[in-house]
């Protein structure tokens, strides 16, 4: 029996691990290595997919997954503090990409008409490819990540009714308003819908089946409210991918959010990759080559125009040079929904074949380059800010009376989110004088109205760094979530001022040893911090003695990095059923003093110690029934109780 599909996926997966195999090696993203694929067995090229169309319906599948693992991790209460991101930049950003291109084919002699159907197809950037980017360099949280998905969030939004329109524009009939009428009330429906979802039914739904601790149910209601959702937006005139996204925002409001990623993150990855070697499928190879030159001068006006246009909407919501400079080249490219929307322009006669082609040709291209450009984005960033800053001598507008010259001696924080909050509360109870440089505009009106020592500028520049006297601080924290920026960040510190302490709060271990190698005195990754935090609980409660689980501390730190020093503390056990009852293992490690060698008589733990010894262990040997007449010896184990003062107390006695 011969299965065309089967076929297909055999040829279009062993293709793929081939060429992301040797990309891999020369450390090439993945996503170039699925696009090459596309060309290679597209039907352009060799021809060895027999049905295309069955697996661009799979590669819609790796959207709808992508879509909704993105909107679990975000939240209700997130996506709408970046409202005016989705709505102001957006719709910016879509508007004038619109206005310019269509003004640009109108001159070249194209009818009106056409001009802004073709404005429509290149306002649209790649939702698919960007966030799989971001996410892979963790920057999906960061400023410019933000930034970026707000303006994607409309551009999916904003393409339904472009679909609407098109017809109409080609002198089709059908009566606009009603039909934009009811698409805003369908709108409306489908995210009271979600709130609804999120807030009352899905919480208590996913509450009863994770209780039945079954892992194919878990992952069976999960993929189908994702398909469901989708399939309800899709059937309202919205597209899947934004019903995906919101079936990711209803889970995100419940407690199962994390297992839920964790289950789809396998499929996703799957199917994203049908995604990416379909579009590589599209580009005709020969046309290409035919007209390498038009092509390439389009793709280089696409990125200029289009990456000027995104800078000139994220400018306009008061975003620093930086992040206006990162979103823009993360945004340059054509995206995925343009192609959906091209064919509607075909049908209606306002795209000619060979426009289509070159449409095609420079979508893929611009695909293909996008990888890149966010790889090298930060430094690419850095250059171009650099001669701007040396010739102006400032970075961000700060007044007179926000410049800390007086400042000496002093904590300087960069990033005020949750870490950066803490510690400004321990500055301020220890009476340390500090002062805060955040990025976001609002934080700062918020917090300098409640009197917090906050400037708004970007720590990235020298000079904003040198205007808070960086040069005269004692330690500066940067407790940012931005990888590049942070970077950017130590080493500008670093060439300011040789001698002042550096701390780093980062995500990952491996990012410890390039931020020591700028400058950094301590790097502190979340995941490393958070593991030994885990692990020194767990042995703990399982009563190992301090001093083993202090050198088993220290070891696993030594073994990643050297920067940190443990602080010699006695962990005890806590029962929750007796709060004052404390329990430790305390190894005894002095050869002498006023314990060790002598018996618990003679020492009379109790009275001068505080402490009740419950049982002693030597060489491999409990002693459980433990009378006045045993010898506490060195290398003894020694479990006792009584209260955190006195357990301490005894601690000293005998180290």
Sequence with gaps: MHFPLLQDIVVLLGFSVVVVLLLQR????????????????????FGLIENPE????????????????????????????????????????????????????????FAWNESVFIGFLFSLSSTAIVLKILQDRNEITAPHGRTALGILIFQDLIVVPMMLVTPIMAGGSGNLLNEIFFLLLKSALVIAFTYLSAKYIVPRVMYLIAKTRSKELFLLSTIALCFTVAFITASAGLSLAFGAFLAGLIISESDYSHQATSTILPFRELFISF??????????????????????????????????????????????????????MALFQVGEFAFILSRIGIESGLLSPEMNQYFLSVSVFTMFLTPFIIMFSGKISNYLLRPLYMRTGSSTSISENETQ???????????????????????????????????????????????????????????????????????????????????????????????????????????????????????????????????????TNYLVPIDELENLVDSVRADNYQVFQSRKTVHTFNSSAIPDFKISCVRVLADSGPVVGKTIEEVDVRRNYGVNILAVSRKGEMIKNVFPNVKLLQNDRVFISGDQEHIDAFFKAVN
């Excluded at 599948?61 to 909704?68: A, C, Q, S």
């Excluded at 290409?288 to 919501?317: E, Q, R, S, T």
């Design 26 to 45: 020369l450390r090439i993203p993945s996503i170039l290595g699925f696009l090459i694929t596309g060309i290679i067995i597209g039907p352009f090229s």
């Design 54 to 109: 069955q697996v661009e319906i799979l590669s819609e599948i790796g959207v709808i997954l992508l879509m909704f693992v993105i909107g679990m991790e975000l939240s209700i209460k997130q996506l709408a503090s970046m409202k005016r991101t989705v709505f102001y930049g957006g719709f910016m950003q879509v508007g004038i990409s619109i206005i310019v291109t269509g003004l640009i084919f109108y001159l070249l002699g």
């Design 275 to 328: 995604f990416f070697i379909s579009i590589g499928m599209l580009l005709d190879l020969q046309f290409f080559l035919k007209n390498a030159g038009i092509v390439l001068l389009m793709v280089l006006i696409v990125l200029i125009v289009k990456g000027g246009v995104v800078a000139f909407a994220v400018a306009a919501l008061k975003y620093p040079l930086r992040t206006i400079l990162l979103t823009s």
């Design 405 to 539: 010259n007086e400042l000496e001696n002093h904590l300087l924080i960069i990033g005020y989110g949750i870490n950066g909050t803490n510690l400004a509360r321990a500055a301020k109870y220890a009476e340390i004088p500090y002062l805060i440089l955040e990025l976001n505009a609002q934080i700062v009106r918020h917090e300098k109205a409640k009197g917090e020592p906050i400037i708004y500028g970007d720590a990235v520049q020298e000079h904003m760094l040198d205007s808070v006297n960086v040069k005269k601080a004692r330690v500066v924290v940067v407790a940012i979530s931005d990888p590049q920026a942070t970077k950017a960040i130590v080493s500008n510190i670093r060439h300011l001022s040789p001698s002042v302490y550096i701390v780093v709060r980062t995500r990952y271990v491996k990012e410890i040893q390039p931020l020591l190698a700028l400058g950094a005195d301590e790097v502190i990754p979340e995941e490393f911090e958070t593991s030994i935090e885990i692990f020194s609980r767990v042995l």
